[in-house]
């Protein structure tokens, strides 16, 4: 069984001791897929972070408020039976992200992991916007977010990642019950190790960030 007080525990650890987070008054947010098919429980398994959705919400209006860019991504899969595919339900964008999508400067569409590799090119649009802080958030954590703040930090952009507005499943190495497992937390908490570890990106919080940004 997944835990809410795991996620918020493991991002509180990694940014108790960080030093304050400053908004570039152009910083852009990238919300990554936060998609109808990610509620698809049958389909994906035990979820994380029921607080997701909600800081989302919150970073997005927080951005909206502030004049500061909105970047849109949709994940339209080529996998057969993938619940995100684009003639499925559940590729549309969630309720409350569809209900903001008309502030974004920008709507990326993929079909891989990194949101790099997507149409329109995203690095090329950052580049003519003169960015140089990303703020990556959505789902999967272990996944698209993780992918894609690698990447970032590997291109020179400055990235934050608010791990309490994203979220994942529960995974297994392969099929079976003998099968190595991670539960939806310990992915997030790896997540947190690989970016900030890693040097790809620093770990904060949705709060952290909405003050910072109204500042």
């Known amino acids: 069984m997944t835990n809410e007080n795991e996620t918020t ?53 927080a951005w909206q408020e502030t004049g500061r860019p909105l970047v849109l991504v949709q ?32 709507h990326v569409t993929k079909s891989v992991n990194s949101s790099f590799y997507g149409t329109p090119d995203l690095a090329d649009w950052l580049t003519a916007q003169g960015v140089g802080q990303l703020v990556v958030a959505g789902i999967q954590t272990n996944m698209c977010v993780e992918t894609t703040a690698r990447m970032a930090g590997n291109l020179g952009y400055e990235v934050l990642v608010p791990l309490d507005a994203t979220h994942t499943f529960d995974l297994a190495a392969e099929a079976g019950p003998d099968a190595p497992r991670l539960t939806a937390d310990q992915l997030a908490t790896a997540t947190a190790v690989n970016l900030q570890g890693g040097g790809f990106a620093r770990i904060v919080t949705t709060e952290s960030l909405v003050t910072a940004a109204r500042a």
Do not use: C
């Open 9 to 61: 525990a493991t991002t509180e650890t990694a940014t108790a001791t960080a030093p304050l987070v400053e908004i570039a008054p152009n910083s852009a947010l990238l919300i990554i897929d936060v998609q109808q098919g990610f509620d698809d429980a049958d389909f994906w398994g035990p979820r994380n972070n029921p607080a997701a959705e909600a800081n989302i919400a919150a970073l997005m209006d």
């Open 75 to 106: 994940h339209a899969s080529r996998t057969p039976g993938s619940v995100l595919a684009p003639d499925r339900p559940g590729y549309a964008l969630k309720e409350f992200v569809a209900e903001r999508a008309g502030r974004a400067a920008l």
